[in-house]
């Protein structure tokens, strides 16, 4: 009877959790009026409209400042060997300041939706590790460790992020090439891949689901492919159009 009852508890466990598929702003919720990409208004504006997350990327200066953005360079500065002082008086296509890691996550603070934290493989690995140091170290300060999930390219950024991070701080790997079982081995809490990957291996959701593990797909944005993932059970899609996916979701 006792047996029985485990049984059913798990089985509805299950289906809550199979049920649930999140949305994730990719760099934000950046294409709308007045917003760009990582910026600080396309964390508010992810919030807004109740996005589970917004994702956002970061690298670090050669002098140490963390600053939220895409590519290596911003403005013809190539940010991983710049001083702070090159960037600093630089705008978004919004008119914004170039934002730091710092700015980013006092805003996160006053609101509600996950911070879902890229960090870039830089070329100095050194240089990665004490990225990785600064931004565990500045999740804790501002009261975030249960807001922030971190996704990267790197191999040797995830391992240190799972490693610097507290216990259970959900880390997830971009780079497609390792199966769901070889990353259960290292702790990693899922696979976040591209939907081109995913297409390939879509044994890979199954695989992970049985492993206890989650499974992210980007960058979601046609209506075929967000049917598609909808469709495989993904749990969380990263998109760049927040709204149709979840009206998607909705029916
Ligand atoms: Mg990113």
Redesign the pocket.
Known sequence: MIMRKVLFMALIAMAFTAGAQEVIC??GYWDIEGSAQNSIRSLVKADSISAWGS?F?VWMTADGVLVVN?DETYGGVTIETAKWKQLKDMHLKNGELLPTLDQMLECGKQLKTKLIL?MKPHTSKSQEKEAARKIVKMVKQKGLEDRIEYITFSYAGMKNLKEMAPEGTPVYYLNGELSPKQLAELGVAGIDYSIGVMRDHPQWIDEAHSLGMKVNVWTVNSDRDMDWCINYGVDFITTNAPERLQQKLAQ
């Open positions: 990719h760099r994702e990327d895409h890229e």
